[in-house]
T-cell receptor, first 112, second 111 residues
């Protein structure tokens, strides 16, 4: 059983399009996250969502919007995609915000 | 000064060698610390948490020095399968917003 899963694994799209990435965890965790890992391999947090409370990283453009239909899911919607959005996006979850995080396999987004 | 700093490497070591990585952090309010491992084109995976008294897990030993604000990871008897990027993670416990990853140290264990 996959603890944290993401779909799709690869996403290739044109500039200006809108796309979504889905994430699901079956660990019963209360906290979920979205990270971006760019070409330089820096892993940076974008959002965390704890018990229905969304914490937004202010450096993230408002073209990015997370949506959590329930505790086990945290999706990421991206509007008006730009070249600089090309990266690997990882979803993660933890039992609480200060505990270790478990990552999904990542979604490799390429914007052409 | 960056929040979490690591020597990017690469560290190229022969099998069986002992190798150590250091990681420094800038926020003295940091509460919890971890080492993660990331293989090429894979997700980060927890290697071990780092406790104040230091902890060991098989060939891996982690140490925390709060006074100097650094953590370390020691790998003994390196295996080829240890080749990966090792990420230092510092959390100052603010609803997950401050779970900060270092840039990673790349290790290559050579036959």
């Amino acid at each position: 059983d996959t603890a944290v899963s993401q779909t799709p694994k690869y996403l290739v799209t044109q500039m200006g399009n809108d796309k979504s990435i889905k994430c699901e965890q079956n660990l019963g965790h209360d906290t979920m996250y979205w990270y971006k890992q760019d070409s330089k391999k820096f892993l940076k947090i974008m959002f965390s969502y704890n018990n229905k409370e969304l914490i937004i990283n202010e450096t993230v453009p408002n073209r990015f919007s997370p949506k959590s239909p329930d505790k086990a899911h945290l999706n990421l919607h991206i509007n008006s995609l730009e070249l600089g959005d090309s990266a690997v996006y990882f979803c993660a979850s933890s039992s609480r915000p200060d505990n270790e995080q478990f990552f999904g396999p990542g979604t490799r987004l390429t914007v052409l | 000064r960056k929040e979490v700093e690591q020597d990017p490497g690469p560290f190229n070591v022969p099998e069986g060698a002992t190798v150590a990585f250091n990681c420094t952090y800038s926020n003295s309010a940091s509460q919890s610390f971890f080492w993660y491992r990331q293989d090429c084109r894979k997700e980060p995976k927890l290697l071990m948490s780092v406790y104040s008294s230091g902890n060991e897990d098989g060939r891996f030993t982690a140490q925390l020095n709060r006074a100097s604000q650094y953590i370390s990871l020691l790998i003994r008897d390196s295996k080829l399968s240890d080749s990966a990027t090792y990420l230092c993670v510092v959390n100052y416990n603010n609803y997950g917003q401050n779970f900060v990853f270092g840039p990673g140290t790349r290790l290559s264990v050579l036959p």
